[in-house]
């Protein structure tokens, strides 16, 4: 035996269909130096069929031939006797290659160990060499898959139960149990119909032969013919509760339909919420900023309007309307919509008489202030100040008034919007005006598309930041007389002390 025996896996190939091998499956059956496989004398293997397309073709393979397939053998110890004997052999060529150092991958059809003929090999070999089992699909989840009935459903049970079983105890078991799967049928098929007979479910049992296959048939299992079954064929019992619910198509209730406005965040999927997200699911209908809207996933069963974005009051309109007339609508809004964003604009226009009926709910979002903070350190650990530098909707003198009466404060101000194409004056004269209020090393972080591909964040001083710097997609976060800056494995990390001096 060399100092490093090979590795015996036990491989799940499914029921029958080689697109559901899985993916380690595939792997190993391309690496393994050695496979092994069962069959009849007839040398044919459906386990060698399933795992064909992904073996190598130059691999040792080892063909473990049954040498009985009835219970009819002259061997001294009877069929089982015989069977001994031959796992017993068979495990012995197997230990060979393992001695050797070389990795041996027994295939087997549905899962190794669910009625697995690799079970005899695991069981001889397993104490001695390092071993892995993969598990695969069985043929009661391929059968119930093709057949597209649950197999349990809520408390149910499930009772899988072999046809050798005496038909009494088949009948017994089959009675008192909500679901079954009746495996090894051929010629036990006959004593297992009398059984499901003699239970009172002959009526509510399937028949499936081999499943997900080419030659997969599926029937009501009291019509079968009995000369036809083979072994590889089961009986099905799937869950009643599936037969309780009526066929019919669903129905939308009639009335209007909603407007739920959306936060989706600074960016990203990572920064969605997960209450955003089954609303965003469930919306017929997604209504938004073209540029907010390109950040949801597309969906074939929605419909998308996006806008641009200088016509809030008509996007709001447009969305109450269509819902009005039924429709589950998403107004997306970036970071929180309560945050100069959607979500007010919806509730104005839906203040109108003739959108009272239409409901509206408004789901929180990650904000870009919070986004940026979080980035810097902790900046807003104590009272702050949300404020916009645009004067679209506002005059100057307003916005003026809000930057003196936060800086004379001693606010932190977490400033959106601080410049755009046609904005480019406005953070100088909001720099000035803080300066009048605190001094000139006091800490101003900006942060730059946080979440996205081109995030930065820099912390500059008021008295020296750049109005250059400065564009539409930036935050500032300007720092109160306590905000502090320190150095935490080579970066600037900024916080604000919760505990304001006496």
Avoid at 15 to 38: C, F, N, Q
Avoid at 87 to 110: K, P, S
Avoid at 157 to 172: C, K, N
Avoid at 198 to 215: F, K, N, P
Wanted: one cysteine or more; aromatic letters at 6%.
């Amino acid at each position: 035996m060399t100092e490093t025996p090979g590795r015996l896996y036990g491989v799940g190939l499914g029921p029958g269909d080689p697109e559901l091998v899985t993916v380690k499956a595939a792997r190993l059956l391309g690496e393994a130096d050695v496979i092994a496989y069962h069959s009849a004398r007839h040398g044919r293997s459906i386990a060698r069929s399933v795992a064909l397309p992904y073996l190598r073709g130059d691999q040792v393979e080892e063909p473990l031939i049954y040498p009985v397939t009835t219970e009819t053998t002259d061997h001294p110890g009877g069929y089982q006797g015989a069977l001994d004997d031959f796992y017993v052999e068979c495990a012995a060529r197997l230990a060979v290659h393992l001695d050797a150092g070389r990795d041996v991958v027994v295939l087997c059809e549905g899962d190794p160990l669910f009625y697995g003929s690799y079970m005899h090999m695991h069981k001889r070999l397993a104490h001695r060499y390092p071993t892995e089992v993969v598990p695969g699909v069985t043929s009661v989840s391929g059968a119930s898959a093709v057949l597209g009935r649950p197999l349990v459903e809520r408390d149910e049970t499930l009772t899988v139960l072999p046809g050798t079983l005496p038909a009494d105890v088949l009948a017994e078991r089959l009675a008192g149990t909500d679901s079954a799967a009746v495996l090894k049928l051929g010629r036990t098929f006959e004593k297992v119909r009398s059984a499901l007979e003699a239970a009172g479910r002959l009526d509510e049992a399937w028949y499936v032969e081999r499943a997900t296959t080419s030659g997969q048939r599926i029937e009501p299992l009291a019509g079968v013919d009995p000369a036809t079954v083979p072994y590889f064929s089961l009986a099905l019992l799937p869950s009643p509760l599936t037969a309780q619910v009526p066929v019919a198509e669903p129905e939308r209730t009639a009335g209007p339909g909603e407007v739920v406005v959306v936060g989706l965040g600074p960016a990203g999927r990572p920064w969605l919420t997960p209450e955003a997200q089954d609303a965003l699911t469930a919306a017929d209908v997604l209504v938004g900023y073209g540029p907010y809207l390109d950040r949801v996933p597309a969906n074939p069963r929605q419909r998308r309007h996006p806008t641009d974005n200088r016509v809030e009051a008509e996007r709001a309109a447009h969305a109450l309307e269509l819902a009005a007339a039924g429709s589950r609508v998403a107004v997306v809004s970036s970071g929180d919509p309560g945050v100069f964003a959607m979500a007010s604009a919806v509730l104005e226009v839906a203040a109108e008489p003739k959108f009272a009926g239409v409901e509206v709910r408004v789901l929180p979002g990650l904000t870009a202030a919070q986004a940026v903070a979080s980035r810097a350190g902790a900046p807003l650990g104590h009272d702050y100040c949300v404020l916009s530098l645009s004067d679209l909707l506002k005059p100057w003198d307003v916005v003026a008034a809000r930057i003196t009466a936060a800086a004379s404060a001693d606010l932190v101000l977490a400033i959106y919007n601080p410049a755009s194409r046609s904005r480019t004056w406005q953070v100088a004269a909001a720099r000035d005006l803080i300066l009048e209020h605190r001094a000139p090393e006091t800490p101003v972080v900006i942060g730059r598309d946080v979440g996205g591909a081109q995030e930065s964040v820099r912390v500059v001083t008021l008295g020296t930041l750049d109005p250059a710097e400065v564009d539409m997609r930036c935050l500032l976060i300007v720092g109160s007389s306590t905000t502090r800056v320190t150095e935490r494995d080579g970066r600037q990390v900024v916080y604000t002390p919760r505990r304001y001096p006496a």
